[in-house]
């Protein structure tokens, strides 16, 4: 209990302040929980780990709960994780319902957000306890595992392999550190640009342009649309809500939760493939499957809670693992390494105060969320109104705050954020995935480090097969997601060509 | 079999081998994407031209003009009164009022007052916040 100590009023009021502003940036569309999370991540500089996770995590559940809101009001998903909630909750808005549909979302959002925190408190020790015995070749493997499975459940496999590896060649660019058993020489840099490149691109300034400047460019590009005005949400008048719409959904509400925990597991697999997964099976095992998509409650509760299931589930690969679980905990990375942290198998153990007081942060800001969502929805369902012309620039001015301060002030690092926003905007036009490209960039140089040096002890690559039963599980597990990956393109190709036919 | 599956690395040269396996995994990536989408490929100039006809041209090309301004000057700015980060004050409120005026889909005189004031009171309290009281360096 001595994480006690570090539950001050600071930190609740991080937690509390972060949840508002999470759903607020949640709740507009076009902004998203990673970008709430990218523009805030300078200020954990001076707050310190702790507290600087309070925010950020309250900033997290926030963000991907604030979601519904447009998603149900304006059929928009405020997040990509709510896709699936606009199926049922702008039907029920549109019956004059919102304020019912709004509520339930906000209580499955709740109960699948506490679901997956009590599996991230349970599972997550257990397996950094099973992954500090890990060698540099399952190490490895594990990295090769996290890609095959982020580009096995893209929308495209090829392309979403493609961009992991991407990623990795990009953090490859700069010096082979001799900190990390390198030799100390430079590689992949262009002649002339030695000064500025030494030591490769900064994760932080990445992240932010990938996350925040690229999600203004494409806004900018749409020709920044209007906010909505009152007039066009329908929250309705008099929608009475209550708790019996829960009656025969807790099979729906475990499921869905359990669903968005497993998701969120898998590391780089967004909260859009909780939601539409969790949906997906609320639907098959529904005696009343034709009544999804008009409306009908389960969906909204199976969507919800699968997305807010993926918030604890996300955490488990990174703090036992050092692996994120989507692109909003592939930011958390950032503030340890703001902190000079190093994420991995022995992070619970050599932190459990810094452990307990993000459980206890988690905690407190699903039931922010709660009681400030389900208390001032009215006014939350607002926040659509709100003009993007002044978030926007403002949001531009902390992008370059950001990259700016987070290597005491180095401005090649504000060029990188313009850099990673142009190839951000760009490459989901050219077919590429960003959630592996991250994935990858962030996991590259522990790759190498991981590949190398088991090389080096062993000399053999029969050493990645033959180095314990473990390893051979991972090339399961590996040639598994293939597999499967191919065999449901297949399926997905036959089933196109079916409907054309 | 044995001697096929053994590596000995060079240390001096290690720095190499896992770029050059990498950037052969993408060029053996790239070639299967370019086979297996051909077809795709060829008639990408549609695809292009759909995207640059829906484009609002004078918001993203105005939003990475400014942008690309705005770094460019901070520096300099900046410089005439080192240490106190008043580069990014001074230079991140017309940024932010040129791209609010951009982002605005009609300009009437109250709006573009409320803009003139979020574009002064904006950077004003983050530089405060930043600088004064975080004493986290600016430009």
Known sequence: MEFLSLITPLFLSLVIGGTFVGIIFGAIP???????????????????????????????VGGISGGLVPAILLGIPGTPSSITTTFDGYPLAQRGEGEKALRIGICSSFVGGVISLAALYFFAPTLADFAIEFSYVEKFLIILFA??????LSSDMLMGIFSGFLGIFVALIGVYDISDGGNGKLRLIPPGTEY????????????????????ILDQAELGVPKGQSREDIKI????????????????????SSGIGTFVGILPGVGGSAASILAYSNAKTFSKHPETFGKGEPAGLIASESGNNGLTGGALVPLLSLGIPGDSTTALLIGAFTLQGIQVGPLFIGNNPETWNAMIFAMLVANIAMFVMMYGAIRYFALVVTVPKHVLFPI????????????????????????????????????GLE???????????PSAEVYFVK??????????????SWIAGVLWVLILGSLAGSVYMSRRQAKATDADGG | MGSLTQVTIDFEQSHLLFPTLIGGILLTLGLAIVVTRRRRIATAGAYWRGILSRMDRLRLLGTLALTVLYF????????????????????????????????????????????????????????????????????
């Open chain 1, 434 to 444: 960003i959630a592996p490209f991250i994935i990858g960039f962030i996991l590259g």
């Open chain 1, 196 to 215: 500025w490149l030494d030591s490769g691109f900064s994760l932080l300034p990445v992240l932010i342009g990938l996350f925040g400047l690229a999600a």
């Open chain 1, 236 to 255: 309705g008048k008099g929608s009475s809500f209550s708790f019996s719409v829960f009656k025969g959904q807790f099979v729906n509400l475990i499921r």
């Open chain 1, 395 to 430: 949001i531009l001015m902390m992008c370059v705050i950001g990259a700016y301060t987070i290597n005491y002030g180095i401005m090649f690092d504000v060029w990188t954020l313009l850099i990673f926003g142009v190839f951000g905007w760009a490459a989901v036009k050219l």
């Open chain 1, 30 to 60: 076009g902004m998203t929980a990673t970008m709430a999370v990218a523009v805030c991540l300078p200020l954990t500089y001076s707050l310190g780990l702790e507290n600087g996770m309070a925010l950020l995590l309250g900033l997290y």
């Open chain 2, 72 to 139: 460019s000057l901070m520096v300099p700015v900046g410089d005439l009164w080192p240490n106190t980060g008043l580069g990014f004050l001074i230079c991140s409120i017309p940024y932010v009022l040129a791209t609010g005026l951009l982002y605005m889909h009609e300009w009437p005189a109250k709006q573009v007052a409320i803009m003139l004031a979020i574009a002064v009171i904006g950077p004003g309290l983050v530089w405060w916040l930043f600088a004064e009281i975080f004493f986290l360096t600016l430009p």
């Open chain 1, 147 to 152: 890609l095959t499975v982020m580009a096995a």
């Open chain 1, 454 to 467: 088991s090389l080096e002890s062993f000399g053999d690559l029969t050493i990645f097969f033959t180095k």
